[in-house]
């Protein structure tokens, strides 16, 4: 499976931001997606994840009430919707997959990985 995320860019804190990520190839019902940023020296960092139904969604304590996940299965797309942007939300954003029953919020639980797009939020 391969990953495409977009939609990144520059806004001011306050604003919104959607971003999108794309998979190709073979996915199947067990496919949980999930969005992990990092930022320059640190490590990749758990964002937010869904399960294949959608059913199940989960976040970080620092994106709670802000970020929201959805998915459209129909278009092999998960969305990571971004509201009252902060300048610590600043970071590359990455979409990953894994085919797995329970969402995950580790790294080293996703084998697929999109590339990365910048989100920079200004103050």
């Known amino acids: 499976v391969q990953l495409q995320a977009f939609g990144g860019g520059l806004v001011q804190a306050g604003d919104s931001l959607r971003l999108s990520c794309v998979a190709s190839?073979?996915?199947?019902?067990?496919?949980?997606m999930g969005w992990f940023r990092q930022t320059p020296g640190k490590e990749r960092a758990f964002v937010s994840a869904i399960s294949w139904s959608g059913n199940s969604t989960h976040y970080a304590d620092s994106v709670e009430g802000r970020f929201t996940i959805s998915r459209d299965n129909a278009k092999n797309r998960v969305y990571l919707q971004m509201n009252s942007l902060k300048p610590e939300d600043t970071a590359v954003y990455y979409c990953a997959g894994e085919s797995r029953i329970l969402i995950a919020t580790n790294v080293d639980d996703y084998d697929d990985w999109g590339q990365g797009t910048q989100v920079t939020v200004s103050s």
């Open positions: 190839g073979r996915t199947n019902s067990r496919y949980v």
